[in-house]
């Protein structure tokens, strides 16, 4: 299995602009995660899903953000407009039974 | 507050010396997990616990339900173990995770 897939690895785009994250999760993993890390607040959650339906989006920042799963291998993250705060590495993980976990490499997002 | 608080936040030890970090909570859990992330980099899943101990190569996992509290031991520690290592736990409503701030470990030649 190639792990869970994030794409892009780095994105650099100006305030203002819709940035889209995306994620393919794990063959069979039935829970998708996305999170965020920052330098001051570490690893955040934003938002989960189970069989594709979000359960928990507490931990979205704002109406900007946005995350859709239409199926059980793709998920977005959307940020629109983007802004120098969102700036962050967004993790995306899978997890299946057991609660095992895998992540995705990150996207290392910067908004200037 | 956060929910999860590791110890020490940093720490630097010479190669061969054995390691620990410790790792406390506050809520009920249905696992703990031990992650390490290299710099620059993405984050691997060491070990998941509910209840006893693990143990991987020279990776060693311990948790304590009753008194909330979870040790990761790092044996023969060599340079190449220089990361940060963070605890995270699942409470027991759900599946999210719950982060402490990280251990940043460096082992020196």
């Known amino acids: 299995d190639a792990g869970v897939i994030q794409s892009p690895r780095h994105e650099v785009t100006e305030m203002g602009q819709e940035v889209t994250l995306r994620c393919k999760p794990i063959s069979g993993h039935d829970y998708l995660f996305w999170y965020r890390q920052t330098m001051m607040r570490g690893l955040e959650l934003l938002i989960y899903f189970n069989n594709n339906v979000p359960i928990d989006d507490s931990g979205m920042p704002e109406d900007r953000f946005s995350a859709k799963m239409p199926n059980a291998s793709f998920s977005t993250l959307k940020i629109q407009p983007s802004e120098p705060r969102d700036s962050a590495v967004y993790f995306c993980?899978?997890?299946?039974?057991?609660?095992?976990?895998?992540f995705g490499s990150g996207t290392r997002l910067t908004v200037v | 507050k956060n929910e999860v608080e590791q110890s020490p936040q940093n720490l630097t030890a010479q190669e061969g010396e054995f390691i620990t970090i410790n790792c406390s909570y506050s809520v009920g859990i249905s696992a703990l997990h031990w992650l390490q992330q290299h710099p620059g980099g993405g984050i691997v899943s060491l070990f998941m616990l509910s209840s006893g101990k693990k143990k991987h190569g020279r990776l060693i996992a311990t948790i304590n339900i009753q008194e909330k509290h979870s040790s990761l031991h790092i044996t023969a520690s060599h340079p190449r173990d220089s990361a940060v290592y963070i605890c995270?736990?699942?409470?027991?409503?759900?599946?999210?995770?719950?982060f402490g701030k990280g251990t940043s470990l460096l082992v020196t030649p």
């Open positions: 995270a736990v699942a409470a027991d409503s759900g599946y999210a995770l719950n």
């Open positions: 993980a899978s997890s299946g039974q057991g609660y095992s976990y895998t």
